[in-house]
């Protein structure tokens, strides 16, 4: 029986309605009752199982833990479904079919946050001690944008950051990784002008042309929509293909397998700064230095071709994602609506041929 009740809760995870302990204590007392099982008197008293019970069951039952769930929107949730994606890898195969696009001019950009205060490394510390704390810059800090472009072969292009300034300084650049470049917007973020800049820097790399044309997957993000944007992309080769909303955390490679190591390793070079030089703070003047080893090291040939091939992008596979990964859209299924016009067609049909039976 209470396999029955592990399998449930089980499910309730994949669908993102995954129960407390309180409620699998209330939720064990009803099926108890339904399936005439024996009970203390204080589980009828209190309303749920015993504290007890619980330990006991999770020890009886190995694959069962208490997790704690990441918040995660039911615009996610409902958007990242199995025809949504279906839809995605018909398009991007025809498109690859089409082209006959190999592994080096198949693309992938994505922005990330570059901020002056990032989560700093675990360190060892005394045993009981109840708060373990570390110094950062600040307690906010300032964030700056940083454009990566990565191909299915593991080779990428020099990032492009985007600072919070109105006017950009050399020196806020120039000791970033080889070749990037350093973009302003007053608040640091991604814009359609600074998208078209640095997409002009991405065919000076790639020096792709209509006749040698690649292809670019990117997520639909207005900046990356613009008129200027889809403009210098047609006349220049780049074939542009956008994730469907909500889907680009099991889509888009560089979030499955490049940001998360290079987040890290930058939480590290910040870390190892403010030891090499206690009293200062991180600005802006020197994130890109310090994302200069955190880039070498994160955004690998091996990191990069593992998240194209995890997502199923390169080597083409649309069976690569675990179909409980769709499981959460279940809550939100509705019954396919039949097509208006086709109904329309069948209704005008069977009018005239009404027509036509009472006329003759």
Not at 192 to 206: E, R
Request: aromatic share 12%.
């Amino acid at each position: 029986m209470e396999s029955q009740l592990a399998e449930y809760l089980k499910k309730c995870t994949l669908i993102n309605h995954g129960l407390s302990p309180k409620e699998t204590k209330v939720i064990a007392l009803s099926f108890a009752i339904a399936n005439g099982t024996r009970i203390p008197t204080a589980w009828h008293k209190n309303g749920q199982a015993s504290e007890d019970w619980l330990s006991g069951f999770l020890k009886r039952n190995q694959s069962l833990s208490i997790r704690k769930p990441e918040a995660t929107s039911q615009a996610r949730a409902a958007g990242f479904n199995k025809p949504v994606v279906d839809n995605f890898y018909d398009k991007y195969e025809s498109l690859v079919v089409k082209h006959k696009f190999k592994a080096y001019q198949v693309f992938n950009c994505d922005e990330t946050n570059n901020p002056t205060v990032m989560q700093p490394p675990n360190v060892i510390a005394a045993k009981g001690t109840k708060q373990v704390q570390q110094t950062v810059s600040a307690e906010r800090g300032t964030n700056v944008t940083m454009l990566a472009f990565v191909n299915a072969a593991g080779g990428s292009v020099p990032p492009v950051f985007i600072f919070p300034r109105k006017k950009l300084l050399p020196v806020m650049f120039e000791k970033g990784p080889s070749g990037c470049i350093g973009l302003a917007h007053e608040c640091g973020w991604m814009t359609g002008f600074s998208f078209f800049k640095s997409l002009q820097h991405f065919q000076s790399f790639v020096k792709c042309s209509k006749s040698n044309p690649v292809l670019l997957l990117l997520d639909n993000h207005s900046s990356h929509l613009d008129y200027q944007v889809v403009s210098f992309a047609k006349d220049n080769g780049i074939i542009l293909l956008t994730f469907p909303p909500h889907c680009s955390h099991a889509l888009q490679p560089l979030d499955v397998s490049v940001f998360g190591p290079f987040k890290r390793a930058c939480g590290k070079s910040q870390n190892d700064w403010l030891n090499r030089n206690p009293g200062q703070r991180i600005s802006i003047k020197e994130i890109e230095e310090l994302s200069n080893v955190p880039y070498q090291e994160a955004i690998t040939p091996k990191n990069i071709i593992a998240g194209f091939q995890s997502t199923g992008i390169f080597p083409f596979n649309r069976f690569m994602i675990n179909p409980s990964r769709f499981a959460p859209s279940f809550v939100t299924d509705r019954p396919c609506k039949p097509d208006f016009i086709f109904c329309y067609f069948i209704c005008l049909v069977c009018a005239i041929l009404i027509v036509m039976y009472v006329t003759f």
